[in-house]
Every structure is written in structure tokens, then in C-alpha cells.
């Protein structure tokens, strides 16, 4: 079965440290990746979505995610975080005539 | 334009009632998904319906159902509710078929205690 995985579980980072976030995904064909936020309080939203094309997407907010098939990863980046990018972030596949399958989850907490 | 909407936002059952969650999604869509949000298990899917069909179901026991109205309204219903269940329950839509596009736009939920 398709599944997703995100390593880290919590993430705790002082401002202006770098950041990034590991996902794996188990599908071996064809696929369709994205990465979700939830902000403290609010709902969840799209970061970033890659479809086709340049492996290196760019979302809101500073963030970028690389697609490496050949490891089957779709990590999310950011060169420095910001105390209001604490959120939990969720990374979520899909495929053709598929659901769309989440991750866990990384609660990422920034220190002032 | 207004996002997805979901009722109730908070509920409060004892175990062995049922409960109907509600949601409507963004004018125009007519995908709309149901997850399950726990801290441990992250979101799991329980459904997809478009254009009042069924378009996928996740692993979940029979006592979790859907469906979906002609104006694209969704409700979902639990019955003979366990403790286990309690959870935010997500509605999410989109203009296309999930599996087409994969964006999503998510209501803000609706959080389940079963006591």
C-alpha cells in the first residue's frame, strides 16, 4: 500500500537557522507531491505542489521542496526560519485514480 | 470567497450514539474528502466523494459512512461510537477530482469527544 513517511516528529530550531524536513514516499510510480501547513489555531493549507518538471519547487513564505525520485524523497526547505513558521507541516502524496495520502507530520517549534 | 464550512465545530457524545458531521465546501467545488486527524495516527483518509459518488474509501470500519448532495454538500456520519473515535474530523474540497489534482482546501474541522 502507498504510504508516507516524515521522520522527524518534532523539530525545534532557534531564528535564522536553516531548516529542513525529510518525507518519504513508498509509490514507485508516477506521483504527485505536496506539502501542507497547519498553524497554530488555524487550518491546513498548501505550502507547495509538485506535479512535473523542475524538481525544485518553490511555495510560500520562502519555503522549497526538491524531488529526488531515485530516493523516492520529497523534502521541504528553508534557508532560514522565522518564529511564525512554527507550525506542524504534513507532506502528502498522490497518484492517477489514487487518495491522497498524508504523512504524519512535523510539529516544528522556532525559538525567538 | 467563502472556504469550506463545517459543522458542528466541537461535540460531545457518549459511546454507542452516532453523530453527523456536515460540510460544505467551496462554491464551485465538487470533490469533497474526509480525513481523521489524531496526534498519533497524523490525518488518515476516510473518503472522497465527487459529484455524489464515491470515489474512494480509506480503512476504516463500516460504522463510518458518507455521502454527498447534488450541491456538492457532504455529510459524514459515525455510529455506535467507541472512544477511540474521538478526533478532528477534516473536510477538505476541490474543483476536480482529488486524484487529478491533489489540492486541497480544508475547513477547519470538527472536533469529536466520545466520553
Known amino acids: 500500500a502507498q504510504s508516507v513517511s516524515q521522520h522527524n516528529h518534532h523539530v525545534i530550531l532557534s531564528e535564522a537557522a536553516s531548516l529542513e524536513l525529510g518525507c518519504n514516499y513508498s509509490y514507485g510510480g508516477t506521483v504527485n507531491l505536496f506539502w501542507y501547513v497547519q498553524y497554530p489555531g488555524q487550518h491546513l493549507q498548501l505550502l507547495l505542489k509538485y506535479f512535473s518538471g523542475d524538481p525544485l519547487v518553490k511555495g510560500i513564505k520562502g519555503f522549497e521542496a526538491e524531488f529526488i525520485k531515485s530516493k523516492f524523497s520529497f523534502n521541504l526547505r528553508k534557508p532560514s526560519v522565522q518564529w511564525s513558521d512554527t507550525a506542524e507541516y504534513f507532506c502528502?502524496?498522490?497518484?492517477?485514480?489514487?487518495?491522497?495520502?498524508f504523512g504524519s507530520g512535523t510539529r516544528l517549534l522556532v525559538r525567538p | 470567497k467563502a472556504g469550506v464550512t463545517q459543522t458542528p465545530r466541537y461535540l460531545i457524545k457518549t459511546r454507542g450514539q452516532q453523530v453527523t458531521l456536515s460540510c460544505s465546501p467551496i462554491?464551485?467545488?465538487?470533490?469533497v474528502s474526509w480525513y481523521q486527524q489524531t496526534p498519533g495516527q497524523g490525518l488518515q483518509f476516510l473518503f472522497e466523494?465527487?459529484?455524489?459518488?464515491?470515489?474512494n474509501k480509506g480503512n476504516f470500519p463500516g460504522r463510518f459512512s458518507g455521502r454527498q448532495f447534488s450541491n456538492s454538500r457532504s455529510e459524514m456520519n459515525v455510529s455506535t461510537l467507541e472512544l477511540g473515535d474521538s478526533a478532528l474530523y477534516l473536510c477538505a474540497s476541490s474543483l476536480l477530482a482529488t486524484s487529478d489534482t491533489g489540492e486541497l482546501f480544508f475547513g477547519e474541522g470538527s472536533r469529536l469527544t466520545v466520553l
Open positions: 502528502a502524496v498522490s497518484h492517477s485514480s489514487y487518495k491522497l495520502i
Open positions: 466523494y465527487f459529484s455524489e459518488t464515491q470515489r
Open positions: 462554491s464551485g467545488h465538487r470533490s
